[in-house]
């Protein structure tokens, strides 16, 4: 059975401060990605040189990642 878009965005909403129910949401299916993504990806702490490198890496590796960060 499909959850309804308005239901799933509304659940993903409400974990927009759990990253780790976010990252389940994002892995559970297609269509929560880009939602879950968004939340995940809004802001961006970088500690050190080594995450710098890694974040950069996959902004590159992706079109969208890019425009998510605020």
């Given at each position: 059975p499909c959850v309804p878009?308005?239901?799933?965005?509304?659940?993903?909403?409400?974990?927009?401060?759990?990253h780790p129910s976010l990252r389940s949401c994002a892995l559970t299916c297609q269509a929560w990605l880009p939602r879950s993504r968004a939340h995940l990806f809004r802001t961006v702490h970088i500690l050190d040189l080594a995450q710098s490198t890694s974040l950069r890496d996959i902004l590159t590796s992706?079109?969208?990642?890019?425009?998510?960060?605020?």
């Open positions: 878009v308005e239901v799933a965005e509304g659940v993903i909403d409400g974990l927009q401060d759990d992706s079109s969208t990642l890019p425009q998510l960060i605020q």
